[in-house]
């Protein structure tokens, strides 16, 4: 069973610097994308540290910040930085901010993460909207949680938002692709014969990350969407060793792409 977190300091220091109406939107953004952030009218900035709830433990690019704020006229709250399950943390652990979040009040959540391409659509610096997922870490953040936890995912993501999604970018110049990501536990890249194995699955992209994150938010009922940057091909498919240092390089490119990503959002999910 779950150790009982203590929300109740974050969520006062959110209030404290935030005011306690609900939010309207809370983004994670994944690695090498913490700097979409800079685009936020910040109201409150705190460490991951300054509070029990979070787990500790940090990962290059990832800053382990909370930060709230307006974006586009929308109450937002960013964490810059997550946690995964190859640092040691079980899926509830790493599904954390999404509790924190819904304790905020927060309806809408936006998941953004890192991903190697397995699609041959899906080139270093594009974005992909997830449609779907396949769990293959190991592990689910509901395990040994309260209430209804045979919850059903058929409707997780909100694929609906993704067509004028897809024509607003293309109208700013930007391919938005879609499709289904695979999760899986990490550290190691997967191997080549991992990879076209997920193919053959039906995956188009290969993370460590999101999937808990997006089970959690599915628990609560939160409407959920999920953007996929894509930092290099998954193992096999380029002639490069596959490298962390790499992944946080292209992630300038994403930034810039996610700041419009995040504009045409707030227009179109509050529609």
Request: proline share 3%; glycine share 12%; aromatic share 8%.
């Amino acid at each position: 069973m779950h150790h009982e977190e203590n929300l109740a300091s974050a969520v006062a220091a959110v209030h404290s610097g935030f005011g306690d109406e609900p939010l309207d939107l809370a983004i994670i953004l994944g690695s090498g994308l913490g700097a979409a952030a800079e685009h936020v009218a910040v109201t409150g900035l705190w460490d991951y540290r300054d509070f029990d709830c979070f787990p500790r433990g940090a990962v290059a690019g990832h800053a382990g910040r909370l930060v709230a704020g307006t974006l586009h006229g929308r109450r937002v709250l960013l964490f810059q930085g997550r946690f995964h399950l190859y640092q040691g943390f079980s899926a509830w652990q790493s599904a954390m901010p999404v509790r924190l979040a819904h304790a905020l009040g927060c309806r809408r959540l936006l998941l953004t993460n890192a991903v190697g391409g397995i699609h041959s659509d899906l080139q270093p610096g594009r974005f992909m909207f997830v449609q779907d997922h396949i769990n293959l870490s190991g592990d689910n953040p509901l395990r040994g949680m309260p209430g209804d936890i045979f919850i059903d995912l058929c409707h997780l993501y909100r694929g609906d938002l993704y067509p004028d999604l897809h024509q607003q970018a293309l109208a700013r110049g930007m391919t938005l692709y879609q499709g289904v990501l695979a999760a899986v536990a990490g550290p190691s890249y997967e191997t080549p014969a991992e990879v076209r194995a997920l193919g053959r699955l039906g995956a188009d992209a290969v993370s460590m990350s999101l999937v808990a994150e997006a089970i959690m938010a599915g628990y609560f009922g939160m409407e959920l969407v999920g953007l996929s940057f894509v930092t290099n091909r998954a193992a096999g498919l380029a002639t490069r060793t596959l490298r962390h240092d790499d992944v946080l390089a292209v992630g300038q490119t994403g930034v810039r792409q996610l700041a419009v990503l995040l504009e045409l959002l707030c227009r179109l999910w509050w529609r």
